[in-house]
């Protein structure tokens, strides 16, 4: 199969394709077809549906296949041709013309070998569809026993986008499978400058008290921890615009079976693999020394950094005020049930009776803690850890423009390597030699602009989602701490009408 | 430290000496209250001296040995005291007090610890809210978006929650924890009282004792029959003073309980409202903007 070439979309759009990444290097026979998306395309093969040109490109010949197919972009359609991948491996990107052929017009870019059924349904869906999508997260439930035993949970959607088959459907989904969602649409969608929702965090020692079948306080608050998490996860996920119309995601949310996501696993060799490029990745982080020309990047990137340390720090203080107010609803329990003691043993009457009322006021009050410490936590705390970890996601992006813009300086250095070598070439007679020199060149040459265009495209499509990660923030932030404020509001009110009946008691005592 | 936590410190600082000393302050005036309103002892030269010298009083503090000498008088004490509570009382009011006191001392003594670890963790959390209080302000300093303002808001909101929050911790230590350890004690020295009668009661009967084996014997008559009449009147006048005090003490502490509670409960109602005026306010202020 030949190796893949992609060209970044056009600027302006929100034309998003997969891509693959590493392998940007095309065989020495892809080398002329390198050169034609550098001019205008010779073709316009534009289509509202996949089908003709699916055919086209199947029957071809893969090498044939890049030389062809061109497509036009649109600038209003958030197009995305998408490819349905089956774990890490990302899928084939297509290719597109450079940026003097963009007419606002509905088509898609396609890949060669695997297109998604539903990708006709997306075509149709295309423009004013609103935003209207509700996922729950529900019913966990314990499948199996022992160590093999995982927690089900159902996920329903409610949605009268025309995207989904249906309306109202539900399927059953384990953790891992969740998981599975956030790594294929990782791989596909980091690197060029998205910003990934990430997944709740894998717990083993939640996981393995869940698993032994230990039925008790904390193994339920830990499901609930979860659950709520991975309601979120999935509503931040389809808020995207682009990757609600990933096939992955709308596999997730409607295909009754999905195919096991083993390479999430802690201990398999995908996540061995994991960890060794994670480490590679931080090394490199620190070795790639840019020069920034756009102050934006630099002035943004200061800014999550500050933002990060600052949320991390209120975090911590919040789950601090967690801590605090369960303890403080314990002790206060227990101060009820003292309380409750010394009325019986007290003799005089009327205060015997006042101490028990002060006692049940007490209790009811406990009650009241420990409710205003759930909201604590699943309001404010939550919503904290979910921006510290989104904020990983986002300076991801900006490392991988970094290596983008490295990738291309390299290229860049390489051709001029080249090109010295090609003119040191000429003076000697080695005809074939120069022939080969001047073909590497031109090969080069290609790649630098591919790589310039990779670099300009990552840019702009981090600008964008910088922007819309700004805006989500603002609006969650400004959504959930007043529905916090509200809950202090009503743990008040509460407080009041406890008081507010015991007085009479205090002073009935004579 | 900058300029701004440095003065939040202070009044931090500030307000928690004020508290401890409206604690102190009023704890005084309790014990000052309770000697002047007794009978026997609002007489005592000691306490006009208290009250009436307007220099300097120099008490001295008790030294090495006086101390040593009242750990071994509380060992003696409590060896006695269990000795002493085998024997069973005749008179049913003071048997009935006995159990009563021992088990509301003992549950005084467990509601004073529960209520000292509620008002802590209550103390915390009010911290709490004043590190994310601060947090929230930086937050909103740095932003540059809509949050700014609205984190600014709320972190005023919280700087002023947890003023209140820190006042009812500080309140219900006042109202609730103090009254609780004060009637520990209270408790605790009238069993103490008890203990006494009840040594008079042992040593007069053992005095009886005496006296009739003097006179089987026929010798120290006498001597025994006086001692026997000073057990005799000392115990009756232990027990004469010992019901009045026990029949006080009842009615004090359902005054000084009546009295605490009810403020507790004023207390905690101002400033539960006050805090859900702050709070409504301010999302007034936050939904209007929005």
């Known amino acids: ?510 | 430290m900058t300029k701004e936590e440095f003065t939040k410190m202070k009044q931090e600082l500030e307000a928690e000496y004020l508290a401890i000393f409206k604690k102190t302050v009023a704890m005084h005036e309790v014990f000052l209250c309770r000697v002047a309103a007794h009978p026997v002892l609002r007489k005592d030269l000691n306490f006009h001296v208290f009250l009436e010298y307007n220099q300097d009083l120099s008490v001295r503090g008790k030294n090495k040995k006086e101390k040593l000498e009242d750990f071994f008088k509380n060992v003696v004490k409590s060896a006695d005291g269990v000795l002493v509570a085998g024997v069973k009382d005749v008179d049913d009011f003071f048997e009935h007090e006995k159990t009563f006191l021992l088990e509301y001392h003992n549950r005084v003594k467990d509601a004073s610890a529960k209520s000292d670890r509620m008002i802590r963790s209550h103390k915390n959390a009010a911290d709490d809210i004043n590190r994310i209080a601060s947090s929230l302000y930086t937050l909103g300093t740095q932003d540059s978006t809509d949050l700014c303002k609205f984190f600014l808001k709320v972190s005023e909101l919280f700087e002023k929650t947890r003023k209140i929050e820190a006042r009812v911790a500080a309140d219900e230590d006042l109202k609730l924890a103090d009254l609780l350890k004060y009637y520990l004690r209270e408790s605790q020295a009238a069993k103490d009282l008890l203990y006494r009668r009840s040594r008079a009661l042992v040593d007069y009967e053992n005095a009886n004792k005496a006296l009739d084996k003097a006179r089987a014997k026929n010798r120290d008559v006498l001597q025994a029959e006086t001692s026997q009449q000073l057990c005799c009147h000392k115990f009756e006048k232990i027990s004469e003073s010992a019901k009045q005090e026990l029949i006080d003490f009842k009615t004090r502490r359902v005054a000084a309980f009546r009295k605490n509670l009810v403020e507790l409960a004023e207390l905690e109602l101002k400033h539960a409202k006050g805090n859900l005026q702050l709070l409504q306010s301010c999302l007034g202020v936050l939904k209007g903007n929005t």
């Open chain 1, 1 to 510: 199969m030949a190796d893949t070439v992609r060209d970044p979309p056009p600027d302006g759009t929100d034309f998003h394709e997969l891509e693959d990444g590493e392998e940007l290097f095309p065989e020495p026979a892809a080398a002329p077809e390198e050169s034609q998306p550098a001019s205008l395309p010779a073709e316009d093969i534009s289509t509202n549906s996949n089908g003709p040109k699916q055919d086209l490109l199947f029957d071809d010949d893969p090498e044939d296949l890049f030389a062809e197919a061109t497509e036009e972009v649109s600038l209003d359609s958030p197009e995305r041709d998408v490819l349905l991948s089956d774990g890490p491996s990302p899928a084939i990107t297509p290719i597109t013309p450079p940026t003097s052929v963009i007419t606002p017009r509905i088509g898609h870019a396609h890949d060669d070998m695997f297109t998604h059924s539903s990708f006709d349904e997306i075509e149709e869906e295309e423009g004013g569809d609103s935003f209207d999508i509700h996922i729950s997260v529900s019913d966990p439930e314990k499948v199996g026993d022992g160590m093999n035993a995982y927690m089900a949970y159902k996920v329903s959607t409610k949605t009268s986008m025309l995207l989904f088959k249906q309306k109202d459907f539900s399927v059953k989904r384990r953790f891992s499978d969740f998981l599975g969602l956030h790594s294929k649409l990782a791989s596909k969608y980091l690197h060029v400058g998205y910003i990934v929702p990430p997944a709740p965090e894998k717990s083993i020692v939640g996981m393995t008290k869940v698993k032994v079948g230990k039925e008790d306080q904390s193994s339920n608050e830990f499901v609930e921890k979860r659950r709520s998490a991975l309601e979120r996860y999935l509503m931040r996920t389809v808020k995207h615009p682009i990757l609600l119309k990933d096939p992955d995601v709308l596999q997730f949310l409607e295909s009754s079976e999905l195919p096991r996501a083993v390479s999430t696993q802690a201990l398999s060799s995908a996540g061995l693999l994991r960890m060794v490029n994670k480490a590679a990745d931080a090394v490199n982080k620190m070795t790639i020394k840019m020069n920034e020309s756009d102050a934006w990047f630099e002035e943004k990137q200061q800014h999550f950094e500050n933002l990060d340390v600052q949320l991390r720090k209120l975090h911590a203080s919040v789950e601090s005020l967690v801590c605090h107010r369960k303890e403080l609803s314990v002790n206060t329990a227990q101060f009820a049930k003292s309380a409750a003691m010394l009325g019986n043993s007290e003799d005089h009457t009327a205060l015997s009776r006042a101490l028990s009322q002060l006692a049940e006021v007490e209790e009811k009050i406990d009650q009241l803690h420990q409710d205003q410490a759930n909201g604590d936590f699943y309001l404010f705390s939550e919503l904290l850890g979910d921006y510290v970890r989104l904020l990983t996601a986002v300076k991801g992006v900006f490392e991988h423009r970094m290596k983008t813009w490295q990738k291309w300086q390299d290229s860049q250095m390489l051709l001029q390597k080249k090109r010295e070598a090609e003119a040191k070439l000429q003076f000697t007679n080695k005809p074939d030699k120069l022939q080969q020199a001047k073909d590497e060149i031109k090969e080069l040459e290609g790649k630098v602009q591919q790589g310039e265009r990779d670099f300009e495209q990552i840019s702009k499509t981090i600008r964008k989602e910088v922007s819309r990660f700004e805006k989500e923030r603002v609006r969650d932030f400004k959504m959930i701490i007043v529905k916090y404020l509200e809950s202090l509001v009503l743990t008040q009110q509460q407080l009041i009408k406890y008081w507010e009946a015991f007085l009479p008691e205090a002073k009935a005592i004579s």
